[in-house]
């Protein structure tokens, strides 16, 4: 890997119109920004179809896209839509937070109307259409059929569906195939236009020399098209049942540990198969990223399993991972994927020794490395092969982090980047220029980061329910200025894309 920079930035975060950011113009605007900063990385999250709680780390799917983020106004353009019926409908603010319970209500309605127009128009026989479909098959009919029976049955999980469709009775399934074939047909529109449009992106990012660096989440919901479909990846019981779930020990932070809720996989019966789930899976991811940030790195090596009938993590048992085997299926089928690891967390040596035996880049978040001089997150003591990020999209901002850390942890980090200004604007930036000077191979800093934006512009607070995933950027907040002034970081610090 060469040395380089990127930027942090969600696609719901963009400033696009109608509530949420999207496919849009404001995304191939940001690429734009992306270039004349210099950098060579767009950092993204998980872009599935999110569910309760609008986590896109608790999709309801691992192959499928978030529908929300289909822009609108391309439809208007190709004759779906038109802009009395986008003008008509309450999506929120366009310029504060995301308001998820009003695109449920307005923005799903607006799909269906537009798959209404696409069959009018006769767009369902087009040989690109049924290309798709048939390319996408192994995991879209499922996800279809899965999201169609769930509308039918007023959201309810798929475990407390009827015994027929909780258990795929074939007999059960061919009803509601007829039954709810129309529905059915328009999710799989839904995932078609997604695809389209972010193809279109991509390939643009692409084109101006920037990578997609997006996330896998290690585990996947219970509630999901994954589970239902294919419940013989995960530990369940013959009535489909979880005989345990995910979840990590108690520590000093909580007494009783957390208890996730997320099935886990059955990884000798993987292994068996030579990860087969898992290798479609990434190889689907590889169609939307390039680069891929493995989630939860950690239960690779070593994983937490609660009794599923347990309330809380205490009784829960740490059991060894696939390790290597997985890394080295993955290298024999698909050869070497770009992958980065997500190695936050508690450190062990099973996972200190999987992250050096795979190869592959761990990372480094600065504001974890100032509780003492030997920290393994200060820059003195990072390594090239690693990712350094003033924080993540679980952090705070650097402006509220400094804000908020006590008199002599924030003189400690003071005197170690040498920034005695007290003027937190200064501050933030210096906080920048630290992680530009590491030796990291690559450099990622969240955006709200270099807008020097408070705790208001958080992303998420692992741990609390509600109030995550909701923060937008304002339209027009990018300015030239603030473009040249990331460039001339990246040309200092010897981290321009070759070439420039």
Request: with cysteine.
């Amino acid at each position: 890997m060469d040395r380089e920079a990127g930027i942090l930035f969600p696609i719901f975060s963009l400033p696009s119109k109608y509530g949420i950011g999207c496919f849009s113009r404001e995304a191939f605007e940001f690429v734009d920004f992306l270039k004349k900063s210099g950098q060579r990385y767009w950092q993204i999250l998980p872009i599935g179809p999110t569910g309760f709680g609008d986590s896109p780390y608790q999709p309801f799917s691992a192959f499928a896209g978030n529908p929300y983020f289909i822009c609108l106004e391309t439809l208007v353009e190709e004759g779906l839509l038109n802009w009395e019926e986008l003008n008509s409908r309450d999506f929120g603010s366009d310029v504060e937070l995301v308001d998820y319970g009003k695109l449920y209500e307005n923005r799903f309605s607006l799909l269906t109307l537009a798959y209404e127009r696409f069959l009018e128009k006769g767009l369902d026989k087009e040989k690109a259409y049924k290309d798709y479909c048939k390319k996408e098959s192994f995991w879209l009919e499922d996800y279809a059929l899965f999201m169609a029976i769930k509308a039918d049955q007023g959201g309810k999980p798929w475990f407390e569906w009827e015994d027929g469709l909780r258990t795929r009775e074939a007999r059960a399934l061919d009803e509601v195939r007829k039954r709810l074939k129309k529905e059915i047909a328009s999710y799989e529109f839904r995932q078609y236009q997604f695809d389209r449009q972010w193809k279109k992106l991509h390939t643009y990012a692409g084109e101006q020399g920037i990578r997609i660096i997006g996330d896998l989440p290690f585990y996947v919901a219970l509630d999901s098209a994954d589970a239902w479909s294919h419940p013989t990846e995960f530990l369940m019981d013959k009535d489909l049942v979880p005989s345990v779930i995910a979840g990590c020990p108690p520590d000093a932070f909580s007494a009783t540990g957390q208890r996730w809720g997320n099935p886990i996989y059955d990884w000798q019966a993987e292994k068996k198969r030579d990860f087969s789930w898992w290798i479609r899976r990434i190889e689907r991811n590889l169609e939307f990223y390039d680069v891929i940030r493995i989630d939860h790195f950690h239960g690779f090596a070593e994983y937490y399993a609660i009794p599923f009938d347990e309330e809380d993590a205490r009784n829960g048992k740490m059991h060894k991972g696939p390790g290597m085997d997985f890394f080295a299926s993955v290298k024999k089928q698909l050869g070497d994927v770009p992958m980065i690891a997500e190695d936050l967390g508690t450190v062990t040596k099973e996972n200190v020794k999987l992250l050096k035996d795979s190869g592959l880049p761990g990372m480094k978040v600065l504001q974890f490395a100032y509780t003492s001089w030997d920290s393994v997150y200060v820059t003195h003591r990072h390594e090239r092969n690693c990712v350094v990020y003033t924080g993540t999209h679980d952090n705070t901002t650097a402006r509220a982090w400094v804000e908020d850390l006590d008199d002599g942890s924030r003189d400690f980090v003071r005197r170690y980047i040498n920034s005695m200004d007290t003027d937190y604007g200064r501050f933030v930036w210096d906080f920048i220029r630290e992680a530009y000077r590491s030796v990291a191979d690559l450099c990622i800093i969240p955006l709200t980061d270099y807008l020097v934006l408070g705790r208001e512009a958080r992303i998420n607070t692992p741990g609390q329910p509600a109030g995550n995933w909701q923060w937008r950027l304002k339209p027009n907040f990018l300015s030239e200025a603030l473009a040249g002034s990331i460039r001339m970081l990246a040309d200092t610090y010897g981290r321009l894309p070759k070439g420039e």
